[in-house]
């Protein structure tokens, strides 16, 4: 456990959660840091090799599928319904595809951002909020990005997913306080993991030259760690949005790079 978490109120033995995007990144960096901590937990993600390696690593209930199939998420819910529920629903499925500009949009790019951040986050969202309710202090904390505060050239399609994610959270928070479903969002800056950059460039050379120069960008661990304090922390307290980024990125459009 880490020095931020273990001072907050320790209530993990009792707690469990759906994490999504569980199978590599700030995912499964998630589900090793509260597995640590004694969370149930439930890792829902699409490729079932890198699923399974996590859940032999760290005892989660793996599931495998894709947020943004109806029919997938539906199997989500009843495997954690038989399982004892939860009361915590962290998504963290989506992701970034090209830097093209608006004027050279590709569709296939853009409807799948929007259905994996968009659409997979409201579906999951939307099957689990029943649960939480009727739990009495539920927990859904949403991971959304920079990108959805400040727009770039090459990212409308991103800013766009990113930006409709965090309005959609922003909605949720207003519509939930009554139910007693607390409702969080982080909004991590540049963080360096093993597929985001080399996934939305197509390229590994492309996607190091992201990272070429900056010292210490954040880890995946970094957010993680801020996920756990988030979803720790006693009910009453809600962090509604935590904006997260290396001293080495003072904005989006400013990165420190040592030659």
Do not use: C
């Amino acid at each position: 456990m880490s020095e931020t978490t273990s001072n907050l109120e320790n209530t993990s033995s009792t707690r469990a959660a759906v994490v999504t995007g569980a199978s590599s990144g700030i995912g499964a960096a998630t589900v090793r840091q509260l597995t640590a901590q004694g969370w149930k937990i439930f890792a829902f993600a699409r490729r079932e090799d890198k699923l399974k390696t996590i859940a032999e690593e760290t005892g989660a209930i793996a599931v495998v599928g894709d947020v943004s199939k109806q029919e997938d998420v539906d199997n989500l819910l009843a495997i954690v319904t038989e399982q004892g529920g939860v009361d915590t629903v962290i998504n963290i499925a989506g992701g970034a595809l090209g830097v093209d500009t608006v004027g050279n949009a590709k569709d296939e790019d853009w409807e799948r951002m929007y259905a994996s951040n968009v659409l997979g986050t409201m579906k999951v969202t939307r099957a689990f909020l029943p649960m939480l309710r009727a739990n009495g202090e539920g927990t859904v904390l949403n991971l959304t990005s920079m990108a959805a505060l400040v727009s770039y050239e090459g990212g409308g399609g991103y800013n766009a997913a990113k930006a409709a994610e965090r309005a959609m959270t922003q909605a949720l928070r207003l519509e939930e306080a009554e139910n007693n479903v607390r409702v969080m969002e982080v909004l991590p800056g540049m963080v360096y993991t093993e597929e985001f950059s080399l996934v939305r460039l197509g390229s590994k050379e492309a996607a190091e030259k992201v990272y070429q120069g900056v010292e210490k960008p954040l880890l995946a661990e970094d957010i993680a760690d801020i996920v756990s304090y988030a979803v720790n922390a006693p009910h009453h307290v809600n962090l509604d949005e935590i904006v997260v980024r290396p001293v080495a990125q003072p904005a989006v459009h400013k990165v420190i790079r040592k030659k």
